[in-house]
DNA sequence: ATCCTATCCTGGCTGC
DNA sequence: TGCAGCCAGGATAGGA
């Protein structure tokens, strides 16, 4: 499902189709796509308004207009984005579509409809409540030890809570957890200096490498907005690959349940912690508070 | 504070 | 070949 690196793609490839171009007419297939506003309010807003900046925060597109306002657009799970001439036929899934003086299309198409596409007048509000970016300058290996420490979550669903870490999803969290070593269920406040900063340093790499291969496509859902899936599914280590040998030691990944999500361990290399919420004993580190 | 469950959706898969 | 039933999951709301 797209999650930070596949939206940081899309947003890559429909920027130059959009940036400088006028809407100059808009048409939605599906009402619950633009959030609360009523269909007539969406098109009044923006008929007429010129794309100024494309930008990726979190897992949104924000899509800014000259002179205020701008279209937020999550993709959730089966979201897709295409910018194409005129004529092109978006399918039967098509949810939004706006007219661009370029002569192309953009158009926002969702198989499940839990994709969203907003217009807001402030951006920044409604992003107001997620957290560093994980590739920012904030999200430092010093800032997340210490948020670590200050909780006590399972590391799994902390890492999927956008408001304490924003971009990671359910395959990048995963692979960031079995690069670092880290079990899902291990509690953050169990998580030394060292395990931190190991973590830290494997979640920027993981995503910077699917940056690089333009996202995750396991299924048809995610395409480029060229129409290509990414390529980045073949680096997997654990996602997806319940029962197969782990590519570092060949032990069988392990498929389970944690947060209602599908998780994926090595046993061996991500050794499941004894007791939750508690400092591990061995080899333990001398943090001071 | 943290955890758990239901909700939204439908294509694709499994099993009979 | 058909079909019922289950699964996938990001975000959010509400309850424990």
């Given at each position: 499902?797209?999650?930070?690196p596949?939206?940081?793609?899309?947003?890559?490839?429909?920027?130059?189709?959009?940036?400088?171009?006028?809407?100059?007419?808009?048409?939605?297939?599906?009402?619950?796509?633009?959030?609360a506003?009523?269909?007539?309010?969406?098109?009044?807003?923006?008929?007429?308004?010129r794309?100024?900046?494309?930008?990726?925060?979190?897992?949104?597109?924000?899509?800014?207009?000259?002179?205020?306002?701008?279209?937020?657009?999550?993709?959730?799970?089966?979201?897709?984005?295409?910018?194409?001439?005129?004529?092109?036929?978006?399918?039967?899934?098509?949810?939004?579509?706006?007219?661009?003086?370029?002569?192309?299309?953009?158009?926002?198409?969702?198989?499940?409809?839990?994709?969203?596409?907003?217009?807001?007048?402030?951006?920044?509000?409604?992003?107001?409540?997620?957290?560093?970016?994980p590739?920012?300058?904030?999200?430092?290996?010093?800032?997340?030890?210490?948020?670590?420490?200050?909780?006590s979550?399972?590391?799994?669903?902390?890492?999927?809570?956008?408001t304490?870490?924003?971009?990671?999803g359910?395959?990048?969290?995963?692979?960031?957890?079995?690069?670092?070593?880290?079990?899902?269920?291990?509690?953050?406040?169990?998580?030394?200096?060292?395990?931190a900063?190991?973590?830290?340093?494997?979640?920027?790499?993981?995503?910077?490498?699917?940056?690089?291969?333009?996202?995750s496509?396991?299924?048809?859902?995610?395409?480029?907005?060229?129409?290509?899936?990414?390529?980045?599914?073949?680096?997997?280590?654990?996602?997806?690959?319940?029962?197969?040998?782990?590519?570092?030691?060949?032990?069988?990944?392990?498929?389970?349940?944690?947060?209602?999500?599908?998780?994926?361990?090595?046993?061996?290399?991500?050794p499941?912690?004894?007791?939750?919420?508690?400092?591990?004993?061995?080899?333990?580190?001398?943090?001071?508070?």
């Amino acid at each position: 499902m797209p999650e930070l690196p596949e939206v940081e793609t899309v947003a890559r490839l429909i920027r130059p189709h959009l940036l400088g171009r006028t809407i100059t007419a808009a048409s939605v297939a599906w009402k619950r796509t633009i959030g609360a506003q009523s269909v007539a309010a969406f098109e009044r807003a923006v008929l007429g308004a010129r794309f100024e900046s494309v930008e990726r925060r979190a897992k949104y597109i924000v899509m800014n207009f000259h002179g205020g306002g701008a279209l937020v657009c999550h993709l959730r799970m089966t979201g897709r984005i295409h910018v194409e001439p005129a004529g092109w036929d978006p399918g039967k899934f098509a949810k939004v579509r706006l007219d661009l003086d370029s002569g192309r299309a953009f158009h926002f198409i969702d198989v499940r409809k839990f994709g969203r596409l907003e217009f807001v007048r402030d951006p920044a509000q409604k992003l107001a409540e997620l957290g560093p970016e994980p590739l920012g300058p904030e999200f430092t290996a010093a800032w997340f030890e210490r948020a670590l420490a200050e909780r006590s979550r399972a590391l799994k669903p902390l890492l999927l809570d956008q408001t304490f870490l924003a971009g990671l999803g359910n395959i990048y969290v995963d692979e960031s957890l079995h690069r670092a070593g880290l079990h899902p269920l291990a509690s953050s406040s169990s998580v030394d200096s060292a395990a931190a900063a190991r973590l830290h340093a494997e979640i920027r790499a993981v995503l910077a490498e699917a940056i690089e291969r333009e996202g995750s496509s396991f299924d048809v859902f995610y395409r480029t907005p060229e129409g290509n899936p990414g390529s980045f599914q073949h680096q997997f280590r654990v996602y997806g690959r319940g029962g197969e040998p782990c590519r570092a030691c060949g032990t069988p990944i392990e498929r389970s349940v944690v947060g209602q999500r599908g998780t994926h361990v090595c046993p061996k290399c991500q050794p499941r912690p004894r007791r939750r919420g508690r400092k591990a004993r061995r080899g333990s580190q001398r943090s001071k508070g």
